[in-house]
């Protein structure tokens, strides 16, 4: 699908109101997000109130897909055509000023407002899962029994109604600040890869993606 | 306060009812999820519909606290009295299994159910999130005047109603899939400092807090 890059956001509710400078509205930016979020957190009423549940996420063309067990709250309110709000958001720093209220965050965040729908494909909808979490490893677990896809729900929420909100670099300082004889500047935060940890009962060597896993930042 | 760990969820909404043996309910773990976030996301419903807004949190004693800026949506809806959820989560590694299904993530979450209330001492409070972003800095930066302090409400949330879950440690495969010739373990991903990024405007030497900022793991 191709897109061009909208200048202002999809709906009311996805216009960013709080420093609005940082606000992004075009698809590159959304998708960039979306990738790199191995999770995401799905917001949602019922009758026992708002909840907030964090769930594993990945995006194929314009869509944001989530799956669950059949029979769980998230599953039944979500396919009972409820609205729902999807956060991902990532914490790149901290930005120290040099002074209290400029300090502050460096992140990536996005929001996608809309209705979740089935997908039947689950077959296709779960191998895009594991290409996202390890991209050619479908074909060297074990496929997924009938018994296993008949208890999972597939969801996917369009991308359309959306907006990102992204900060970067260091601090931004009053003028009258200047001067002040304090350090400023950015702590970044990453999310690293670490040393690979085998299952004890595992005689198989590691393979390409294990091996050089650990250092990667993602 | 002292608290005993209670074995049973607070309340019928935040009984975890998918993999409950991943369930908990006790203090300790619920402070130390909610410690190690620099950020969580906060759920509520209003006349556009349901919201998941990330932002910075901290705790003191059985409260979170948030802050925003005056009249912004999230403050004057939570300020209305609307329940709000509150998600915490931190992703620590994909678990590779022998079969698809059994293929996910290791991760420590907390939800926090509950009606924020304003705080009246925001130079406090503040100071509190300074200490979590760099212990000592408060005394190093230009605290708030009465203008920025007058811009920015702080709310809490009490603890109390909320429920963790935790999954750690390796791949749990069926015993059918122990002799699939698949590498199977975990890849650990952890939240990294990284190099610091000094302001070009600074002149000021790297504290000790800079200096050994990079290569911490959070």
Known sequence: MTHT???????????????????????????????????????FADDKGTHCIPTACWREGEYLYIHSTNGGRLVKQLLSGTQACVT??????????????????????????????????????????????????????????????????????SLAEAACKVRSGGPNDDEVDMARPVWAGTLPLVLQAAPAVVDPQCRVAAPDYVQQWSGRTL
Chains 1, 2 share one sequence.
Request: proline share 6%.
């Open 5 to 43: 890059t909208p200048a202002q956001p999809p709906s009311d509710r996805t216009r960013v109101r709080r420093i609005p400078e940082l606000a992004h509205y075009d698809r590159a930016t959304l998708h960039a997000i979306v990738d790199a979020a191995y999770l995401c957190h799905v917001a």
């Open 88 to 157: 991902l958001t990532h914490l790149d720093g901290l930005v120290l000023a040099r002074s209290a209220f400029n300090t502050g965050m460096n992140f990536r965040s996005a929001m996608v407002y809309g209705v979740f729908e089935p997908v039947a494909d689950k077959r296709a909808a779960l191998e895009a899962l594991m290409d996202k979490i390890v991209p050619g490893r479908q074909a060297e677990v074990r496929p997924g029994n009938d018994k296993e896809f008949a208890a999972t729900t597939v969801l996917r929420i």
